[in-house]
C-alpha cells in the first residue's frame, strides 16, 4: 500500500516537474534566439561599408556579400524614382548575392536534416559553424577572404529555424502561437538593439573587426548555452507531449501513425547523427519529396503572396513618404522605429488573442491577413501623414500576428513529426519572395509612389481568396481538433 502511494506521489511529482522542465527549456530558447539576432544585427549594418573599404565594387560587394533588403532600400532610395537602369541594375546585384542564394536552398535541407538527426546536434552544429564564419569575417583583411567567410554563414545560419522547430515539439499546438509569438519578440528586441551597439564598436579603430570578433564570440556563448539545456528533461516532456496529443487527437488512425512516426522519430534521431552521410542525405531527399508531394501547395502559396506584400509595402516606403507628403526621411525612419516596437508588443500579446479566437488559426491568419490588406489600401489612400501613422500603427500588429499564424497553420496540416522540414520549406518560399519583391517594387514604382503598395494590395487578396477557397480544409486541422480537447 505504501509502495503504491509511492509510486502515485512519484508519478505527480514527474506530471508536475515536465511543465516545468518545458517552461524552462523554453525560456532559454528565448535567450537563443535573442543573442542570435543580438550579433547578427551588430555586423550586418556594417558589412557594405567594410567591403568597399576592401576594393570591392558594388557589384562585387552584393555578389558575395549579405546585403540585405533594408540596405538595398536605403542604396535606391538616394537615386532618382526615373532612373530605371540603376535601380534595376542594384537589384540584379541583389538577386546575384550568393548569401542569399545559399540561403535559400540550404534552409530546406538544414530543417530537413534537424528532423533526422536531432535538434541538439543540428542546433549545436549551425551555431559552431556561424560562429566560424564570424570568426573568419573578422580576420578579412581581403575580398577572398570576405567572400570564404560567408559560405558556413550562408549554409548554415538556420539557428531560428531550428529553434522554432525545437519549441514545436516541446509545446503542446494550443500554446504553439503563443510560445513562437515571444520567440519573436526576443529576436526582435536584439534586432533593435544590435545595430546601436555595433555602431558604437564601429566609431573605434578596426571596430568592425572587434564587432565580428564579438559577435563570435556570442555564437559560441549560445553553443555553450544550448549544450548545457536540460535535454534529458525535454526528452521526457517531449514524450509526453506526444502522448497527450494522441489522447487530443480527433482520428484514431491518424493519431495512430502520426505517434508511431514521432516516436520512431525520437528513436531514430539519437543514433542517425553517427551514420553515414550518403544515408543521411537520401533520408533528407525522401523527406523533402514527401513535403514536395503533399498538399500544403496552397498554405506555402499563402506566406508567399504575403510574405511579398509585406516587402512591397516597405519597399519604397521612405521615398513615398517624401514624394507624397514632403516628410523628411529621419522621420520615416522613426516610423519604422515605431512599427518595430510594436511588433515586439504584437508577439507578447498573442496569447490573449488566440485565447479570444479560441485557438483557432486559420479564422485569426484570414483576419489578420483582411486587416493587413486594409490598412495597405489605407496606406495607398492615405491623405495626410496621420493616416499613415494610424495604419503604421495596426498593421505592426497584423503583420506580427499574421506571420505567427502561418508557421503555425504549416506545422497543424504538414505535421509535427517534420516540423523542421516544414520551416525549412517555409524559410526558402519566403527567400524566393525577398529576391523578387525588389524587382517587382523596381517596376510598380515607374507608375506610381503608391505603385509597390498597391501591388501588395492586390496580392493579398489573392492570399485570403486562397484561403477562403480552401477553409474546409483548414478548419478540418482546427476546429475539428479544438471540440474534441
Known sequence: ??????????????????????????????????????????????????????????????????????IYERECLQINSQDLEFYLKVFSVKIRS????????????????????????????????????????????????????????????????????????????????LVM???????????????VVGGYLAEFKGGFYQTSFICAFIFLLNGGLVWLLPWSEENNSNRDHYQDKETNSFSAKSNHDHHLKSATSRAVTSSSF?????????????????????????????RFL??????????NFTLALEERFGVKRLFAGYLLSYSSALGVLAGCLLGPITRLYRHNTYRLLLHSSTVTCTLILLYVSAPSIWMVILSSTFLAFSTT???????????????????????????????????????????????????????AVGLALIAILIMNANKQKYRSHGSVKLKNQ
Open 274 to 302: 553517427f551514420q553515414s552521410p550518403w544515408i543521411q542525405v537520401a533520408t533528407v531527399l525522401k523527406k523533402i519529396k514527401g513535403i514536395a508531394c503533399s498538399n500544403l501547395w496552397d498554405v506555402f502559396l499563402v
Open 181 to 195: 509569438g515571444r520567440f519573436n519578440a526576443a529576436s526582435s528586441v536584439g534586432f533593435i538593439l544590435g545595430p
Open 1 to 70: 500500500m505504501e509502495e503504491e502511494e509511492e509510486d502515485e506521489g512519484g508519478g505527480d511529482r514527474a506530471a508536475s516537474a515536465s511543465p516545468a522542465a518545458s517552461a524552462r527549456f523554453v525560456r532559454c530558447l528565448y535567450v537563443v534566439g535573442f543573442l542570435d539576432i543580438f550579433g547578427v544585427s551588430m555586423v550586418v549594418p556594417l558589412m557594405n561599408l567594410h567591403i568597399k573599404s576592401l576594393g570591392a565594387s558594388h557589384t562585387v560587394a552584393g555578389i558575395i556579400g549579405e546585403l540585405q533588403y533594408l
Open 401 to 455: 500576428i499574421g506571420r505567427t499564424c502561418i508557421i503555425d497553420l504549416e506545422l497543424t496540416v504538414g505535421g509535427n513529426e517534420a516540423s523542421g522540414t516544414l520551416l525549412g520549406v517555409g524559410q526558402s518560399v519566403t527567400s524566393v519572395g525577398r529576391i523578387i519583391a525588389p524587382l517587382l517594387s523596381g517596376i510598380a514604382q515607374e507608375f506610381s509612389p503608391c505603385g509597390p503598395p498597391s501591388l
Open 98 to 177: 550568393l548569401y542569399g542564394v545559399m540561403q535559400l536552398f540550404s534552409s530546406t535541407f538544414v530543417g530537413c536534416w534537424s528532423d533526422i538527426v536531432g535538434r541538439r546536434y543540428s542546433l549545436l552544429a549551425c551555431i559552431l559553424l556561424s560562429a566560424l564564419g564570424y570568426f573568419l569575417l573578422g580576420n578579412s583583411t581581403t575580398v577572398f577572404l570576405f567572400a570564404i567567410s560567408r559560405v558556413p554563414v550562408g549554409i548554415f545560419k538556420h539557428t531560428l529555424s531550428i529553434s522554432k522547430a525545437l519549441l514545436s515539439d516541446l509545446v503542446s499546438e494550443r500554446d504553439r502561437p
Open 306 to 315: 504575403m510574405s511579398v506584400a509585406i516587402l512591397l509595402y516597405y519597399s
